[in-house]
């Protein structure tokens, strides 16, 4: 089993840069394909990016391409989401997730396992 603690959101103004970072417990993290999701208000959550076990091959939805970078270091059970050129729509709760199961990245929901508790990320002047 694992557990996801998110931390690092906040308010912050368009252009501007966010780290998020999602601490992990559990043996199995190192084997885990690691996500990002998003949701705003009123709408379903969506898919920002995701991260092989190994951290060789990264995954980015086209709205955040260019400007989100997906890292993890096994070592201390840790996966990040740099987050620069932020906009306004970019606003949401951003939850870390943990597929156990899959050998390829995906990129709906449905396939991740353990979910963490969300942090909120506000970009507005």
């Known amino acids: 089993q694992v557990q996801l603690v998110e931390s690092g959101g906040g308010l912050v103004q368009p252009g501007g840069s966010l780290r998020l970072s999602c601490a992990a417990s559990g043996r199995t993290f190192s084997r885990s394909i690691m996500g990002w999701f998003r949701q705003a208000a009123g709408t379903e959550r969506e898919f920002v990016a995701a991260?092989?076990?190994?951290?060789?091959?990264?995954y980015y939805a086209d709205s955040v391409k260019g400007r989100f970078t997906v890292s993890r270091d096994n070592a201390k059970n840790t996966v990040s989401l740099q987050m620069n050129s932020l906009k306004p729509e970019d606003t949401a709760v951003y939850y870390c997730a943990a597929d156990q199961t899959s050998s390829l990245i995906a990129t709906i929901s449905l396939r991740y396992d353990y979910w963490g508790q969300g942090t909120q990320v506000t970009v507005s002047s």
């Open positions: 991260i092989s076990w190994s951290g060789g091959v990264t």
